[in-house]
């Protein structure tokens, strides 16, 4: 649990820099941080990502339920990772972006591909879905997509 909180605080602290680090000529940057909810009264997921999208992709992401939650069972979910690949349409409030991770299911842990899908917004509006695969592109998570309940999500 410390891990998850700790790479919550590097995630929001990553959201906070990276508008201010990474605005060169070309490059956009998706980033934003909060709960999400699946049905616009219980909180989801706790999330936190900064992308940066230039000649290379790069960033963090991090989501979990943490407890407060459960989802189809889930007691304790998370995903965290490098972003390597992705789009971003700064006009359309739109990003779509992947990295090679680790996932914390209840007692399990495995390495896997995320990919993760993000429509910029506050409460309301915002919108965040991610998709879990192995490695090897086996299916292992695809939740549905998620608002924004607190937070925010921007794409600039």
Known sequence: ???V????VVAAAIVVLAPTQALAAGQVVANGGGNG???MATAGSH???AVVFGTTVTGHFECNMAGNAAFDGLHLMAVEGPVTAGVANAAAGTATF??????HMDAQKMDVTFYVV???GGPGAGKLQLTVTTRGGAPVAAFPPET????????H
Do not use: K
């Open 47 to 49: 999330f936190g990502f």
């Open 98 to 103: 992947s990295g090679a991770g680790t996932l």
């Open 37 to 39: 909810t699946f049905d």
């Open 118 to 120: 993000v429509r910029e």
């Open 1 to 3: 649990m410390r891990r």
């Open 5 to 8: 909180i700790a790479a919550l």
């Open 148 to 155: 924004v309940m607190t937070g925010q999500i921007r794409v």
